[in-house]
């Protein structure tokens, strides 16, 4: 029978014992060392970053009309549709973002997002008409905005897949410095005040006062902030 036997270790020879000795071996601590290797793994980090942050940014500005250091925390975002996207100087954008910015028959959409606005990770934004987001603002992960219906209310639309109308669109407003909380969902027409909260989980159909706390399914106030708390 030809080739060759394959190579076998003998665990009772002298290189074996060798080896089992050297793996079982460790460098003496050394602050100094920890030191120099936790600030390599800092820098390289560091760098990973500024390079897919370079990457992100190059392709966006292909499909958006871009502020200035404006910070990609992960994969380019899913953009679908032919409508209008801005975005401010010094916004935060997450990881696996999905947007929807523009319908048939309402290629005139737009998402505008303000400056120093951060949206968390796997945000979903729907846009046929507007969605505009004010400066400053906190959108939490897994949060879905919509100013449309999707699918036509009429059973017999639906089922023909016929496009939505005017009367299942309106636009969304979220006004400077509010909070939306994680996995909360904002539907069409709604108006969310200014340094406003919507808690967790909520499902918000209809306007949210300035400085006042929302929350449930539908949402409603449950607290005033009042500006001692909001300074």
Known sequence: ??????????????SYRLLKRLYGAS???????????GAERVARQMLWRWIRNQYVAQVMAGRCQLGREIVWDG??????????????????????????VGYPGYESARLLIGEATSINYQTLISVAHEVRIGRDCLIAGEVRIFDNNNHPVDPERRRVRAPITEAEVAPVIIEDNAWIGMRSIIMKGVRVGHSAIVGAGSVVTSDVPALSIVAGNPARVVKRIEREQQA
């Open 27 to 37: 460098l003496p601590h050394s602050v100094l060392l920890g030191r120099l290797l």
């Open 1 to 14: 029978m030809n080739g060759t036997m394959p190579f076998r270790l003998d665990r009772n020879g002298p």
């Open 75 to 100: 994969d380019v975002p899913q953009i679908f549709g032919r409508g209008e996207i801005r975005i401010g100087d010094r916004a935060r954008i997450g990881n696996r973002q999905t947007w929807v």
